[in-house]
């Protein structure tokens, strides 16, 4: 057998098509959308924090969340307005402590609350590095928050996330909420993009991930405490990581192309890639 080196046709060695078949090819990806509250930003810590500043106690953490959980749950189902609903809950909070203020105190004590916890804001270490990476990508980026638009846009300009985002859906502002649809959709329609090049990240299994899969886009749920925690499980076609450092490796093992790299702005640090798509 004679292995001198020859020249090769491109057209002999490709191998043939199957026939009557397209080929499969990944899908390709324009828009990452991303939730806000302990997705990007550590509420959870902060929130802990406000209410051992309020009340001196480091075990009511489970209590706000069970009822911020109902009281949201209420603003998800159009039954109450976001104003309405943060003074009720902390009616509700202080009742559930044996404190039964007027209407003033609970307006007192909230107002106390959302002043501590403006200064308790702080990202996730892996934030930056993975919005900087996405946007070095030549992604678009939206933000899609369940949250009111006020305070949540304060949020976001304070920790210096605006630059980083083409879009920002709010709740509050839309008038709908994650997991309807329509929230996913009208980010996608906002920046002209389907939500089969689309893809959502987010903290909560039920509203972010099953909620965008069902509406179409590619479904991440980040489950940055482990599965062993909450005992939730990803149904098949939502994908789950356990930080945003493992996004970037995730989007370019799922995707055809994550977008041609942009020209970087000066002072803006090199993404790293961990695929091999670019
Ligand atoms: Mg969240």
Request: include cysteine; proline fraction near 6%.
């Amino acid at each position: 057998m004679d292995f001198a080196p020859a020249a090769l046709s491109r057209a002999r060695t490709a191998p043939p098509a199957a026939a009557g078949r397209e080929p499969w090819a990944p899908p390709e990806l324009s828009l990452v959308c991303l939730d806000i509250d302990d997705t990007l930003i550590d509420c959870t810590a902060a929130i802990r924090r406000t209410l051992h500043a309020l009340t001196g106690r480091d075990d009511l953490w489970p209590l706000w969340d069970l009822i911020t959980e109902e009281h949201v749950a209420l603003v998800v189902a159009g039954k109450l307005g976001y104003d309405v609903m943060h003074h009720r809950r902390t009616e509700c909070f202080l009742a559930e402590l044996g404190i039964f203020g007027d209407s003033a105190q609970v307006s007192a004590f909230e107002a106390r609350r959302r002043e501590i916890l403006a200064r308790s804001w702080r990202l996730f270490d892996d934030v930056v590095p993975c919005l900087e990476w996405l946007r070095a990508a030549g992604l678009r980026l939206a933000a899609v928050t369940n949250a009111s638009g006020v305070h949540q846009r304060q949020k976001i300009a304070e920790l210096g996330l605006a630059p980083f985002f083409d879009h920002v859906a709010i709740a509050g502002e839309v008038g709908v909420a994650k997991p309807d649809p329509v929230m996913f959709h009208s980010v996608c329609l906002a920046l002209d993009c389907p939500p089969e090049r689309t893809v959502h990240v987010g903290d909560k299994l039920d509203t972010d991930a099953i909620g965008a899969f069902d509406a179409g886009l590619g479904a991440v749920w980040l489950d940055r405490d482990g599965t062993s925690r909450t005992g939730e499980r990803a149904p098949e076609g939502v994908r789950t990581v356990t930080g945003l450092d493992e996004l970037p490796e995730l989007l370019v093992s799922e995707y055809a192309t994550v977008g041609v790299p942009a020209p970087r702005a000066a002072g803006t640090p090199a993404a790293t890639v961990s695929g091999g798509m670019f």
